[in-house]
Structures are given as C-alpha cells and as structure tokens.
C-alpha cells in the first residue's frame, strides 16, 4: 500500500512516499519527475554489490544519464575528508545545481550525501532513498546532514531539505538482524518520547515474533517526524525531543572504539540510563524505566554499560554535545511513556546525575 505524507518546511515542501517494490519503479519515476537530468547516485560498496544490477537495468532502460559513487561502508566515509573526492568525481560528471544528487544508503549515506548536495554548487538537488530501517525512519526526513570530524560525530553539516523522500520498506526484510534491531532503538524512541500507543505497539509486535506491521510502523514514525520538524526543523525547541538517549548515547559512541557499539544500541543504553536515573530522583514516572529495560531487551538491544565501564570518562565528550546551549545540556527526559520533556542540566553534573547508586 502506497502511502504519502508532505513535509512543508520553511515554505519548502516535499514528499516523503512509502510503498514495497518503490525501488523497482525508481527508474521510471527519475525520468517522469526529472526528465533531462543527470543523477549522481552516491551509495556504499555494500549496497553497490546487492543492487548495481538493478540500478544499471532501472536507470539505463529509462535512459538517465546517471554516475554511480560508491565509498566503504561504515562511520569512516562520513568524514570530512571524503568531501572533496565527492566534489572532485561531481564535476567530472559535470553535475549542475538543476541536476540530482540520490543518497541510496543508511545513515551514513544520507548523512555524506545530504552534506554533499547542500554545499556542491551552494545547493543540489537532493532525494533521499533509504536502504536501513533507522534511515527510513529519521535520518532520510528533516534535512539535517552532516560529517564527522576527528573530534567528534557529526561536528559539521547543514539543514538542506531534499526534494523528495522514497521509502521501500521490502529493504527492511533483506536486512541483517543486528542491522534490523538497531534501527528498532530510533522506532522505540518516537514511542517512547511522542506515542503511547507505538510503544505499546511494539511490544504486541515482539510478543508475536512475526516482522509484521513494519510498513505501519515506518509510516507512523514518519508522520511523528513530519509534525515535529515542521514546528522546528533547525532542533531549538520540540525537535530536541527526538534526540531522547542521544545525549549519552553520542557520548558513548565517541568513547568506544569504532565496532564496539553501533549507533543505535548506544542510543538504547543512553534511553535506559537515562530514563533509570530520572526515575530515581522523581523526574519520571515509577516503572517507566523497567517498561523500556524489558521493550529493548525484546528487540535484542543493550541497556546498559560493561560493569566496569568509567562513567565520567564517557561523558567527558559532552562538552562537544551539540545540544548544549553554553555550559547547559538540554537533557530529553520522560514524563511518561510517550511524553517527553526538556531537562537543564550543568553538563559538570551530568556524571552525578546518571549515578544511581
């Protein structure tokens, strides 16, 4: 079933379109919506090996003068560094502003790739074409892109909205387990900070075992999204909320060797850890945080740190953490399962406040 929502954004709308089989109509529907364009498909090796095939049949049959980029897998082609060897191969393709730049990957991919269409040319245009469940689900929709630097994830990007999202969930079938249940911590953050009844969703979801209702959920996740951005797309108010477990989670993934926790399973512990210690000063109400210990455990996530894990060292990184507002973190809490607030807090408190011994 196809469904559609529209995105409208400082008077800039788009679509954000999820149906199975969309990616085997992608041809087609370059070629009706951009007709004379060139497009720079800019994907991972990964995805290259699984799906040139198609690309080659679907893009070349519709007659697309298109350039396929593909860089390694993994947090390492989301670097600064690679920027330039984008621009380089671009303008041997000789890509103009009226041309399209396609992100067909994850996070890492949309990440890159929105960086690269926002700032080749001052601005190109962009659609988002996401392969993993947590693409589809936050890093496809609301423009934020971004590069990692030496110093910390995502310390440089923009706001650059693309011209159209494509969602195919029958990607999230093909996907490996672990691949699969990280991108669950994004989906069991949005019912945790905005919908009671996805979380309660969730749960039904993992009692049955089944995979059904992923279609259901993606959309709902989306339309979460949507309402939220459109209200604050540049994350200075409510779209802090959707950062609820980041906060740490960030922390985490700065400490931690690259391997040692993915994205979201430390968003996962950073969700529990936080939602534990405010429980135990009052903040939260009773029994939320064994609510979502027992959802993450279901869904094959981590809650929390290695026992002799040095707590003060991990949160050292949040002096770099972009939701701070001088020497004030703006800590996503839960009033409840599926309401989340705003919490100040000194960032020099912050080891104190997770401690809960």
Known sequence: MRQTLTVNINMQKYTVTTETGLFFRLGNLLAEQYPDKKVAVITDDTIKDIYEEHLVKQLDGAGIQWKLISLPPGEGSKSFDTLPKLYSILLDFQLTRGDVILA?????????AGFTAATFLRGVNLIQLPTTLMAMVDASIGGKNGANLKEGKNMAGTFYQPKEVLIDPGFVRTLPDEIL??????????????DPDLFSDLIDRAEKGDGSGIES????CCLIKKQVIEQDYQDYGVAMLLNFG??????IEDYYPDGTYTHGQAVAIGMYATTLAAEKRGLTASNTSALLKDLLIAYDLPYTLPENADLSKIVETVKRDKKRRGNTLNLVLLERIGKSYLYQLDKSDFVEFLKID
């Not at 067909?104 to 890159?112: A, H, L, R, T």
């Not at 249940?181 to 905005?194: L, Q, S, W």
């Open 246 to 251: 980041h906060t740490l989670g960030h922390c």
């Open 104 to 112: 067909f990957g994850g996070g890492v991919i949309g990440d890159i």
């Open 181 to 194: 249940d990280d991108g669950m911590a994004e989906v069991i953050k949005y019912g945790c900070a905005f």
């Open 217 to 220: 959920i993606i959309y709902r």
